[in-house]
């Protein structure tokens, strides 16, 4: 019986990463020439602040953008491709309408698993220590608070107390506070969503002026953070010497 050569297998892996990431231009240096020692042909597409669509087809020309603040890459597409054999890949960052981080994957079993080792090692790296803040979801922050807070109102209103008619003049101005006060709620709410958006992003491009950017940001987030946990500490501590 003769012996067959065993053919390659073809595999294909798609999948996201749901975490914020920060892209230096050491970290798209690696994941452009993990595609190159593949023997791909690799190029690059930037969707920036300015509404234009910049493309690169070297490593080097992506590297060195300026990437100004007006122009400000918000997306970055790495793709490659291979005819000879047939092998395709693509590394999505900063996606609107998918994880923040995805990868795409196509050809020979053994190219695709050394690859894809190559890629999960590299985006593990560019994991920044604040992505659980940036990617949860603020309902499941909000909805705890408002529902500890409706409960001690209710606890504290009696029910068994008739309520009497309240007068005109006096429900429009209970009314008014009301609405003052959800518009308040709604004013908190919408800028602590602004201030996580602008300190604390899901997608950061440290390449060109985006680097010395993220590091600005960097300060002020240890600053928020270190304030807020002395504020947090020094208000237990106050509290326990008062008790005491």
């Known amino acids: 019986m003769l012996d067959r050569e ?3 297998v073809e595999v294909h892996a798609n999948f996201g990463i749901p975490k914020a990431f920060v892209a230096t231009a050491r970290d798209v240096s690696k994941i452009w020439k993990a595609f190159h020692d593949a023997a791909m042909d690799v190029n690059a597409t930037a969707n920036c602040v300015d509404g234009l669509v910049r493309h690169f087809e070297s490593c080097e020309s992506l590297v060195q953008y300026e990437n100004p ?3 400000a890459i918000t997306s970055l597409e790495i793709s490659a491709r291979c005819r000879e054999p047939y092998q395709t890949g693509e590394v999505s960052l900063g996606g609107r309408y998918s994880a923040p981080v995805s990868i795409s994957l196509r050809g020979e079993e053994t190219m695709v698993s050394a690859i894809r080792t190559t890629l999960m090692d590299t985006i593990d790296g560019m994991k920044p ?4 803040v940036s990617t949860i979801d603020l309902f499941y922050v909000w909805y705890p608070i408002f529902m500890v807070l409706f409960l001690l ?4 209103t009696p029910s068994d107390t008739p309520t009497p008619a309240i007068p005109f003049a006096k429900a429009v101005v209970l009314v008014a506070k009301l609405l003052a006060l959800m518009a308040t709620i709604g004013g908190v709410i919408w800028g602590i969503a602004a201030l996580r958006k602008r300190y604390f992003p899901i997608a950061t491009f440290a390449i060109g002026q985006g ?4 590091q600005h940001n960097e300060q002020v987030r240890w600053v928020v953070m270190v ?4 504020g947090v500490v020094a208000s237990i501590v106050a509290t326990m010497l008062l008790a005491a």
């Open 69 to 71: 603040q007006r122009a």
């Open 129 to 132: 220590w604040y992505s659980r």
């Open 153 to 156: 109102a209710r606890t504290m």
């Open 211 to 214: 680097a010395s950017r993220h």
């Open 6 to 8: 065993r053919l390659p």
């Open 227 to 230: 304030g807020f946990l002395v």
